[in-house]
């Protein structure tokens, strides 16, 4: 038997040749060898699947494969037995086996880290515990003034430091608002140096606005000379200038105010502030020449305010007030930024602030006012009903050249919500002034509107500009009259509104006489209430609507319910003034028609017997 050597020593049947020569089986040829008898060690070798041939044995045995198995399992347990024997070494390195430490939660971590960040951390402890209890609503007053005593003793020489955490400022503000007056001096007094810095600060500046708002007045003016002098720049600190405001506004006295407000007119006129007064008028007439030089103060300090965007404060808008007033109409069109064209919006709810408004639309260019009015839109509503707003919007009226633009953004919003609008003082100011102009505002108002009058950029007359919004609105607000009648005649100023508007619009108005004339026929009884009343006498009594309106009573209206409407006073003075107007149509069978229907049978009154009179002096 020949046994072809294999030469290959990568080749995987190289363990089978021991095997091979055990059991007796012979290997015809060695696969990688070349037919020239050279080892093709360079060509790669692939494995094939041996597949027996029909009638003839396999090349490997069912014994061989059998030793393979038993030689792989052999190296797998041997593999075993070794990793098993690190593993023991290892364990006995090692030190004795100790309990696994429970993980710390959340809580009691960050209780560890304030401890470590803070010295003084079970004294805040006890405090805010002590806050948690004193705060509660239902705590009796002599319990809730123990815990504040006790409060007193651990805070004492800490408060200045304690001051700048939300969560214990709102410990003192406990204290100032529960307190004892003995209490309070204690805090005013802790805190007194450190006033500035806590109302710069986002949080302590609210515990300053409590001192001035539960201390006494003593207290306040000690808190005011603290920040005396610094008053300029405190103001303009985004934080510190709520509270400037807060003493300007709610507790400065007269006096108080002026030094306030001088401080930022410059040094000069506040060494001098015991002699002068808040507003400039009066600083000028003592120093006229300091005008220029004023102006250009007020006028950094303005753009500064715009650009911070601290206009919301009625201590920065009286500033900025004082400059509107008094400078150049070209000056005030150079300080119409996007800034402040978008700030506007937001104060013209105050007094200051709606005059700031006003001169922004009266010296602004076409394109301001549209950004403005792009502004109001959505707040018109809100406008409309306010004491200040609204005069904002006469003042948009009276000198926008722009009628479509205000019909589109202002009157649109103004006629959807006017059953609203009209129930309220303001309001009804507003929609009058829309009607009739300044024919029937307050003196004092009008002279505030004239101011606008003379204004560079308004070009369109301004009859022609009114009566184009007049015709916009006139068939909205008699439709809206007419549908809301019943809850109009509840008030009298809500009445007037209806001889006004029959007065001044220039449309169509006979679909609001005719439902006033089906409400007096439904319900008698509305004839003698006051509001009607002086409706139906203000109509009767009208050039325009008095034959208009009898004939269509007349018409409307059977001869037995005016027979009703003579039984009480002012029934039958509607019916006196009904027949005085002899150039109604229906005037003569009118006439004969009450002498017949018994007036005499009703109860005595002053309307009935003049109406009998007239009666019987018409024959």
């Known amino acids: 038997m020949i046994i072809t050597a294999v030469t290959n020593s990568s080749c995987p049947y190289s363990a089978l040749i021991p095997l091979l020569c055990k059991y007796g089986k012979s290997v015809k040829k060695d696969p990688l060898k070349a037919k020239d008898g050279k080892s093709s060690t360079n060509k790669k070798f692939t494995k094939k699947k041996i597949v027996p041939k029909s009638g003839k044995k396999a090349l490997v045995s069912k014994e061989v494969m059998d030793a393979l198995k038993e030689n792989r399992k052999e190296k797998k347990e041997k593999r075993e037995r070794d990793v098993s ?39 805040i402890t006890k405090i805010k515990k002590l806050w948690e209890k004193g705060r509660e609503k239902e705590l009796e007053t002599s319990k809730k003034q123990e815990i504040i005593v006790e409060l007193k003793k651990l805070m004492e020489g800490k408060i200045a430091s304690l001051m700048f955490k939300h969560d214990l400022a709102r410990v003192v503000q406990m204290i100032l ?85 001088t401080e930022f007119y410059g040094k000069e006129f506040y060494l001098f502030r015991d002699v002068l007064s808040e507003h400039l008028s009066k600083v000028l007439e003592v120093h006229p020449d300091k005008k220029s030089v004023i102006l250009e103060e007020l006028l950094k300090l303005t753009g500064t305010f715009i650009e911070k965007g601290l206009t919301g404060y009625i201590v920065v808008q009286h500033l900025m007030l004082q400059y509107f007033l008094y400078a150049e109409p070209q000056a005030i069109t150079e300080l119409l930024t996007d800034k402040l ?25 076409a394109k301001h006012r549209k950004l403005l009015i792009k502004n109001f839109k959505g707040h018109i509503k ?18 926008v050249d722009d009628t479509v633009l205000v019909k589109k953004a202002v009157l649109t919003e103004i006629m959807e919500n006017l059953d609203v609008i009209v129930m309220t003082a303001h309001g009804r100011n507003l929609v009058t002034y829309l009607l009739a ?20 950029h308004s070009k369109k007359n301004a009859e022609v500009r009114r009566q184009e919004i007049l015709t916009h609105i006139s068939p909205l607000v008699v439709q809206n009259f007419t549908e809301n009648l019943s809850s109009l005649l509840l008030e009298k100023s809500t009445s007037l509104l209806i001889t006004t508007a029959l007065t001044y619009v220039n449309c169509d108005t006979m679909s609001l006489l005719t439902a006033l004339s089906t409400l007096c026929r439904d319900d008698s009884s509305a004839v003698d209430e006051l509001t009607t009343h002086i409706v139906l006498r203000n109509i009767l009594q009208s050039a325009n609507h008095q034959k208009v309106f009898t004939d269509t009573l007349v018409t409307e209206i059977p001869l037995e319910k005016f027979k009703e409407w003579c039984r009480t006073n002012r029934g039958a003075f509607t019916v006196l003034r009904m027949v005085e107007h002899k150039s109604a149509d229906q005037h003569q069978s009118f006439v004969e028609g009450l002498k017949n229907c018994g007036i005499n049978e009703c109860s005595e009154s002053v309307g009935r017997d003049k109406l009998i009179e007239f009666l019987n002096s018409s024959d």
């Open 177 to 261: 608002k529960f307190g004892k007056r003995e209490h309070k001096n204690f805090i005013v007094e802790e805190l007194k140096p450190h006033i500035q810095d806590l109302a710069k600060s986002k949080y302590s500046k609210f515990t300053v606005n409590c001192m001035l708002k539960h201390t006494t007045p003593d207290q306040r003016n000690a808190i005011f000379k603290t920040l005396s002098g610094h008053f300029k720049k405190l103001t303009l600190h985004a934080n510190s200038v709520s509270v400037v405001d807060t003493l300007y506004n709610d507790y400065a006295t007269s006096k108080q105010r002026t030094e306030i407000i």
């Open 85 to 123: 024997e690190r593993k023991n070494q290892s364990n006995k390195k090692k030190k004795p086996n100790r309990e696994p430490a429970e993980p710390l939660k959340k809580k009691a971590l960050k209780e560890i880290r304030k401890a470590h960040d803070n010295v003084d951390y079970e004294n």
């Open 341 to 365: 064209v978008d700030q506007v919006v937001n104060f013209v709810h105050t007094k200051e602030g709606s005059k700031i408004a006003m001169r922004c639309l009266w010296y602004g260019t």
């Open 437 to 456: 102009g300044r024919a029937k505002l307050n003196p004092a108002l009008t002279e505030v509107l004239s101011v606008g009058d003379s204004n560079p």
């Open 382 to 399: 809100e406008m409309a009903v306010d004491e200040n707003g609204y005069l904002v919007l006469c003042a948009l009226f009276d000198c």
